[in-house]
């Protein structure tokens, strides 16, 4: 039995539980190779044009394991935390792959709902071991595995907050765009060839984040986004960064409020440099990089802490 | 106080009954143009879909005409349409305007929240608690019978003898409504315009299409935005039924006493091609697509607006609908950049397919539908206000 797991979306964040249940089931799970220009380029043509970039990704990911496996992977992962919820792709996406194309294996889909404290969604894994053959036993030991992986998966992100040094660039995006080296047309290694620190959502303190994210007078009820929102807000707050990239992808429905939000609450406190850079299948390293040089070069002109920002006038505009 | 509202199909006529209940100095908001239309596209984020730029828009102007106080729903998720207040709140405030903006969450997000909103503009002294739930109560069932005469409006269109009566009775049968308040008005202006309807002549040999118009409620219900597809269809002999009603979504319990088919009955309709709630109107455009096709309509009209998380998977799914189901689906992405003529030439393309899959089924359909023109379409039974 061979199980495939296509190496995009949230398997950015949860893949190495979702490797680590398969494997203690025995079967053997087949990962995608990372995303090429093929990838993309199959994605675009099986999946729907109106969908957002990394889910484009994903559909490439389906299409070229399609062949190999038996039956593919694809977790709905319906909240990644207590009291949020995903954004309605994640809800829809075993559905959206299962009619992606004629003649794609069977698609398991155990739902993932990180914020239930009940965990009545491991049933799910529970019936998926069962129903890939193996025993009572067996199943529920590969369920107990990936609670373990997910428990440690906690403890380990989220602790981390370091200082960049004189310039460093906090990186706000989704992991699947920012670890995706083709995706993000390796955004992270270009600042850091530029002599910049980059500083990913991954490390910054979650308490910190959770804490900033609450103070917001409207709850911002995605997952991932309420992490992001509080990060950001924590490197401006505290002046940890020197300037913040916001990188998001084209159509990607909560980025394009989150970085509206973001963008008006940086202007109001008057802190650091905010970029905004949208992602799709037809950006360019060129693009990417006069932009990323023009950004770098501002923040160095002036230190970081030393500057203030005029806050856009009230009333200008229309 | 001067409040404002978004707008959105008869939301104006709800709100002013809403209103005249609560002694509210309610300022309708301007009916949608180009000029509303560009000036949410200047203010709004870029990517943001197409009912948040509209509503700016609709703010921008009711703030000009004189409003200070902004009414807007409110949500929990996983849709935009929850951080639609804020996200407006922020952009207009950054434009310089002074307002106050009220959101309305629904129940289920919190009940506090949702009693507090409301209680912001209907204050304890001018509805105590039982005057207040006896007041929601009765415009609830008044917005059943305004969802209602759309319904009608739109099953018996494409079926009139006379051009322009059924328009006439669905005119009047709103201002009967209107002028209903208490339960028994309300039961009685029911049943005056259920005569209404059942007064307009129809064509019994006009061989008509039967399409069910599906998702996202905002350009569903809002003529500018789907290029009134209701009327258009109707000139064309087309009997239309839609999926999404204001009444549908305001009910508690997912009732649905418009549509006819509750919550669960559209989940598992929906279940073989999407078996999750991806939040707004997706699951229930894929439900109703199928409870559609089963019940052997020509074709399915799919509205979504540019981007909307929910509707962009039901299209993907939609796709397996119409192969599996056999019905032929179209969807329409609407954004402020959509024009007329480009709609309406694949809206013709479609009606076109479907009248050529009707006479390559000629013998079994044709039988069917002769026999049974009005199909479950018939004004009797349905819902009954509460």
């Known amino acids: 039995m061979r199980v495939g797991v296509p190496r995009a979306l949230l398997f950015h964040h949860y ?32 999946a729907d044009n109106e969908t957002c970039l990394p889910v484009k990704v994903f559909s490439g990911h389906l299409m070229e394991l399609k062949d190999e496996v038996d039956v593919i992977l694809v977790p709905r992962v319906i909240s990644q935390g207590y009291g949020t919820c995903s954004c309605p792709k994640f809800l829809g996406l075993p559905d959206m792959a299962r009619s992606l194309a004629p003649g794609l294996p069977p698609v398991l889909s155990p739902a993932m709902d990180l914020g239930d404290r009940r965990f009545l969604w491991v049933r799910d894994w529970y019936k998926v071991g069962r129903t890939l053959g193996r025993g009572r036993f067996t199943s529920a030991a590969a369920v107990r595995s990936l609670l ?11 602790c981390e907050s370091r200082d ?7 990186v706000a995006g989704h992991f699947y765009n920012v670890n ?59 002046a940890s960064v020197s300037g913040i990239i916001f990188l998001t992808s084209f159509a990607c429905g909560p980025g394009s409020f989150i970085g509206a939000l973001l963008e008006d609450e940086l202007a109001r406190e008057g802190s650091v440099p905010f970029m905004t850079i949208t992602l799709d299948e037809h950006s360019a390293e060129a693009g990417l990089v006069t932009r990323l040089e023009a950004f770098t070069d501002m923040l160095r ?12 006038e009230r009333g200008a505009g229309l | 106080m001067r409040v404002s509202t978004p707008r959105m199909g008869n939301l104006p006529l709800i709100v002013e009954d809403l209103a005249c209940r609560f002694g509210i100095d309610y300022i309708e908001p301007p009916v949608f143009s180009e000029e509303t239309v560009r000036i949410g596209a200047s203010l709004a984020p870029e990517f943001a879909c197409l009912p948040l730029k509209a509503v700016v828009g609709t703010f921008v102007q009711a703030l000009e005409a004189g409003a200070d106080t902004l009414l807007m729903g409110g949500g929990s998720g996983p849709c935009r349409f929850g951080y639609y207040a804020e996200i407006q709140r922020r952009i207009l405030e950054k434009e310089g305007y002074r307002f106050k903006l009220i959101i309305l969450d629904p129940p289920s997000t919190s009940l506090k929240a949702a009693y507090s909103g409301l209680r912001s503009i209907v204050p304890p002294d001018v509805a105590r608690f039982g005057t207040l739930v006896r007041e929601l109560r009765r415009a609830l069932a008044k917005v059943v019978v305004f969802d209602e005469i759309e319904k009608w409006g739109l099953a018996l269109k494409g079926r009139e003898a006379e051009p322009g009566s059924v328009e006439r009775a669905a005119e009047e049968a709103c201002s009967v409504t209107a002028a209903a308040f208490t339960g028994k008005e309300i039961r009685r202006a029911r049943r005056e315009v259920q005569q209404l309807f059942e007064n307009v002549g129809l064509d019994d040999d006009r061989q008509c299409l039967r399409i069910g118009v599906v998702g996202e409620i905002f350009v569903v219900l809002e003529p500018y935005f789907n290029f009134d597809i209701g009327n258009w269809l109707g000139k064309r002999g087309v009997v239309v039924e839609r999926s999404v009603h204001i009444a549908d979504t305001a009910y508690p319990g997912g009732r649905n006493p418009v549509f006819g088919y509750d919550e669960r009955q559209v989940a598992r309709a929906a279940a073989p091609y999407l078996t999750h709630e991806v939040g707004g109107d997706g699951l ?6 199928a409870i559609f096709a089963r019940r052997g309509f020509d074709a399915v009209i799919h509205f979504l607006p540019f981007t909307c998380m929910p509707e962009v998977i039901a299209k993907s799914v939609l796709a397996r609908v119409s192969e599996e189901m056999g019905i032929p689906v179209l969807s329409l992405t609407i954004d402020e950049q959509t024009g007329r003529a480009g709609v309406e030439t694949r809206l013709e393309a479609l009606l076109d397919l479907a009248r050529s899959k009707r006479r390559r089924e000629t013998i079994p359909l044709e039988g069917r539908f002769s026999t049974s023109p009005t199909g479950d379409l018939s004004l009797r039974g349905g819902s009954q206000p509460p």
């Open chain 1, 180 to 238: 995706d080296p083709h995706v993000s047309l390796r955004l992270v290694e270009r600042l850091e060839g530029m002599g910049a620190s980059a500083l990913t959502i991954e490390q910054s303190s979650e308490r910190e984040a959770r804490r900033h994210a609450a103070a917001l007078p409207r709850k911002v009820y995605w997952g991932f986004e309420q992490r992001l929102a509080g990060a950001v807000l924590h490197w401006s707050r505290t």
């Open chain 1, 15 to 46: 893949g190495d539980c979702w490797i680590s249940f398969l494997e203690a089931l025995g079967v053997e799970a087949v990962l995608s190779e990372p995303t090429s220009g093929d990838t993309v380029n199959a994605g675009v043509l099986h």
């Open chain 1, 164 to 170: 960049g040094g004189a310039l460093s660039v906090g």
């Open chain 1, 148 to 158: 373990d992986s997910l428990r440690r998966h906690d403890a380990e992100s989220g």
């Open chain 1, 301 to 312: 002109r002036v230190p970081r802490g030393s500057r203030t920002f005029a806050v856009p």
């Open chain 2, 284 to 289: 229930l455009s894929v439900g109703a697509t």
